[in-house]
């Protein structure tokens, strides 16, 4: 069964970077594109972008180019994102999601940057 | 950005009965393929979000039948008959059309 597991929470320093993980099992890795999303507290959901393990090929929301960095390991079937110069704002859970559909979902990592 | 709008924000039902959540989108998305990328999920209290309708109307795998999608080009419902307690969620409609990808702000449904 599809399965995406992601890395454990996060404390970090304002200022700082900060790099999450989410291992893909149960499918072809190499196959489908893989959703970033970023829900703060209480908020609804924003898309941050997507990676294609494939060949490497990235879309960005925007909004967050400068601040996030999508790449994906095909060795380990591990889809990454760093997020950089990090304020309170960027405290948030990050879901990783596969596919177009986001039929499959991350449990979540909670980033907390203090202000 | 296309923004999508829910209403209401939250509602209050009791089981057996049925709800109805719209969604309005601010442009057409209906693509020229014919499909119209509107996607309703639902997120259970402290849980990830999970895939309930696909392209309007496609009920996804393990959803019960008690969930249906519905809508035109910019206006969508979700439908839930007779609600069960697992239902409680924020219900959120999303557009899987163009980038950047945007979701609707919510709706709680509660049990009475």
């Known amino acids: ?115 | 950005d296309i923004v999508m709008t829910q209403a209401p924000l939250s509602v209050s039902v009791t089981p057996g009965e049925s709800a109805s959540i719209s969604c309005r989108s601010s442009k057409s998305l209906l693509h020229s393929n014919g499909i119209t990328y509107v996607y309703w999920y639902l997120q259970k209290p402290g849980k990830s979000p999970q895939l309930l309708i696909y392209r309007m109307s496609n009920l996804a795998s393990g959803v019960p039948d008690r969930f249906s999608g519905s809508g035109s080009e910019t206006d969508f419902t979700l439908k839930i008959s007779r609600v069960e307690a697992e239902d409680v969620g924020i219900y959120y409609c999303g557009q899987l059309l163009e980038n950047p990808y945007t979701f609707g702000a919510g709706t709680k449904l509660e049990l009475k």
């Open chain 1, 1 to 115: 069964q599809v399965q995406l597991q992601q890395s454990g929470a996060e404390l970090v320093k304002p200022g700082s970077s900060v790099k999450i993980s989410c291992k893909a099992s149960g499918y072809t890795f190499t196959s489908y594109d893989m959703h970033w999303i970023k829900q703060q507290p209480g908020n609804g959901l924003e898309w941050i972008g997507w990676i294609y393990p494939g060949n490497g090929n990235t879309k960005y929301n925007q909004k967050f180019n400068g601040k996030a960095t999508l790449t994906a390991d095909k060795s380990s079937s591990t889809a990454y994102m760093q997020l950089s110069s990090l304020t309170s704002e960027d405290s948030a859970v990050y879901f990783c999601a596969r596919s177009k559909l986001f039929a499959y979902w991350g449990q979540g990592t909670l980033v907390t940057v203090p202000s």
